[in-house]
């Protein structure tokens, strides 16, 4: 949880994200090596990241450059590694913003700039980004390397910039945390499918957007789409962590108070978008459905199918319609909803995406059409990595009759 926090304390001081990592790296060795005999200190994540930074300041010194160096660090390495409160709030002291506007600068692919921030801001694995992009593991791992080498070799300011520049990253920042995200709110793989630390780090990088660009209408839209999300956490799993369905959810359980940050959000969202509404804010405006209906039967689905169409015209993807067809699903029935996924089995970026079949099985078994609908749902299982959704998926095969 704390290795982001890690790389981006000692990037800010050796300038290389690769290099930053690789301290990170050797901070958690030495911590293996002395903590079982020293005890865990009281702030483990202080004692790593003064541990890289340690390395950091060692391995300025071994490139002749520490003098330099050291007019922008100070000349005491503070024991503790809380950032100082910033005189001005546009330029927000926040490693973890800095390194997530250096790993989205425009030198590199927007592809490259997704992987590469979620692999050091999200902390996740090559599989787990592989998954997330629907792409080959080794196409992430020949990205993440490019990427490191290209700001390297480019010598990237480790900042967060201002004016144009920043407006002209932004698109990729929004879409990165939007993925750290996601990834923590359905895990792809492991045995556990929340993973808290993911979400609450997306969401807070998404209110410190939202004090940094105020007048950005898709600040506002992602901060309102992660305050709703966020909102149902407690109530997505049950007592041993399995998956708990949106329809099953216990909706007393659901955070009232995220979902009035969600409204204010999407209410500025609104009111800075002028009426033209963008990706963000349109899915935030999906969630405040959710959100604003007391009971799963007062969903208004119909709203929600329209909601998806706009989404769909202004962002074609696979995915906004598989999530389209559900909403018709449940707006005018399972029978008008199959020909819609039916439609999207041939499409490349769904071929190994579990939800697809998932949702085709619940169609089919809505429709009485047991046995086709168990197939499904064991295929589904088969293609989700995590351990949780697996088993969730072969009870309802078994469940299903047929």
Same mark, same amino acid.
């Given at each position: 949880?704390?290795?982001?926090?890690?790389?981006?304390?000692? %990037?800010?001081?050796?300038?290389?994200?690769?290099?930053?990592?690789?301290?990170?790296?050797?901070? /958690?060795? %030495?911590?293996?090596?002395? $903590?079982?005999?020293?005890?865990? +200190?009281?702030?483990?994540?202080? $004692?790593?990241?003064?541990?890289?930074?340690?390395?950091?300041?060692?391995?300025?010194?071994?490139?002749?450059?520490?003098?330099?160096?050291?007019?922008?660090?100070?000349?005491?390495?503070?024991?503790?590694?809380?950032?100082? &409160?910033?005189?001005?709030?546009?330029?927000?002291?926040?490693? /973890? =913003?800095? =390194?997530? @506007?250096?790993?989205?600068?425009?030198?590199?692919?927007?592809?490259? !700039?997704?992987?590469?921030?979620?692999?050091?801001?999200?902390?996740?694995?090559?599989?787990?980004?592989? !998954?997330?992009?629907?792409?080959?593991?080794?196409?992430?791992?020949?990205?993440?390397?490019?990427?490191?080498?290209?700001?390297?070799?480019?010598?990237?300011? @480790? &900042?967060?910039?201002?004016?144009?520049?920043?407006?002209? !990253?932004?698109?990729?920042?929004?879409?990165?945390?939007?993925?750290? @995200?996601?990834?923590?709110?359905?895990?792809?793989?492991?045995?556990? $499918?929340?993973?808290?630390?993911?979400?609450?780090?997306? =969401?807070?990088?998404?209110?410190?957007?939202?004090?940094?660009?105020?007048?950005?209408?898709?600040?506002?839209?992602?901060?309102?789409?992660?305050?709703?999300?966020?909102? !149902?956490?407690?109530?997505?799993?049950?007592?041993?962590?399995? +998956?708990?369905?949106?329809?099953?959810?216990?909706?007393?359980? $659901?955070?009232?108070?995220?979902?009035?940050?969600?409204?204010?959000?999407?209410?500025?969202?609104?009111?800075?978008?002028?009426?033209?509404?963008?990706?963000?804010?349109?899915?935030?405006?999906?969630?405040?459905?959710?959100?604003?209906?007391?009971?799963?039967?007062?969903?208004?689905?119909?709203?929600?199918?329209?909601?998806?169409?706009? =989404?769909?015209?202004?962002?074609?993807?696979?995915?906004?319609?598989?999530?389209?067809?559900?909403?018709?699903?449940?707006?005018?029935?399972?029978?008008?909803?199959? +020909?819609?996924?039916?439609?999207?089995?041939?499409?490349?970026?769904?071929?190994?995406?579990?939800?697809?079949?998932?949702?085709?099985?619940?169609?089919?078994?809505?429709?009485?059409?047991?046995?086709?609908?168990?197939?499904?749902?064991?295929?589904?299982?088969?293609?989700?990595?995590?351990?949780? &959704?697996?088993?969730?998926? /072969?009870?309802? %095969?078994?469940?299903?009759?047929?």
């Amino acid at each position: 949880m704390e290795f982001p926090r890690v790389v981006a304390g000692a %990037a800010r001081i050796v300038r290389d994200v690769g290099i930053a990592e690789e301290l990170a790296q050797d901070a /958690l060795v %030495a911590a293996l090596e002395r $903590w079982p005999s020293d005890g865990v +200190p009281d702030n483990p994540g202080a $004692w790593l990241t003064t541990a890289a930074r340690r390395r950091a300041v060692d391995l300025v010194r071994r490139r002749e450059t520490y003098a330099r160096k050291l007019a922008e660090i100070g000349r005491d390495l503070p024991a503790a590694v809380a950032p100082e &409160e910033p005189a001005d709030p546009d330029a927000i002291d926040d490693d /973890l =913003l800095r =390194l997530v @506007f250096t790993a989205c600068h425009p030198v590199l692919s927007a592809e490259a !700039r997704t992987a590469l921030t979620l692999r050091l801001l999200g902390g996740l694995t090559t599989a787990e980004i592989a !998954r997330a992009f629907l792409v080959p593991e080794p196409t992430v791992a020949q990205r993440v390397v490019r990427a490191k080498r290209t700001l390297a070799t480019r010598n990237i300011a @480790f &900042e967060v910039p201002c004016g144009p520049d920043r407006e002209a !990253r932004l698109g990729s920042v929004l879409g990165v945390i939007y993925l750290i @995200f996601n990834e923590g709110y359905a895990a792809t793989a492991g045995d556990d $499918w929340l993973r808290p630390a993911l979400c609450e780090d997306a =969401l807070r990088l998404a209110r410190v957007l939202t004090g940094l660009m105020p007048d950005e209408p898709e600040v506002h839209g992602l901060t309102a789409l992660l305050e709703f999300q966020s909102a !149902r956490a407690a109530a997505r799993t049950g007592p041993d962590g399995e +998956p708990v369905l949106l329809k099953d959810q216990n909706r007393s359980r $659901w955070n009232r108070l995220l979902i009035a940050r969600g409204v204010t959000a999407l209410g500025r969202a609104e009111a800075a978008s002028g009426g033209a509404p963008g990706p963000y804010a349109l899915q935030a405006a999906i969630a405040a459905c959710h959100a604003h209906a007391l009971r799963y039967e007062d969903t208004d689905w119909a709203r929600i199918a329209t909601l998806y169409g706009v =989404l769909a015209a202004r962002a074609p993807s696979p995915v906004v319609e598989l999530n389209r067809a559900v909403a018709v699903s449940m707006a005018e029935g399972p029978a008008a909803a199959l +020909p819609l996924v039916d439609a999207l089995t041939g499409a490349a970026a769904l071929r190994d995406y579990h939800l697809l079949p998932s949702v085709r099985g619940d169609l089919l078994a809505r429709l009485g059409r047991t046995g086709e609908a168990r197939a499904e749902f064991t295929r589904a299982a088969a293609l989700t990595r995590n351990e949780r &959704e697996r088993r969730m998926l /072969l009870r309802r %095969a078994e469940e299903t009759g047929g």
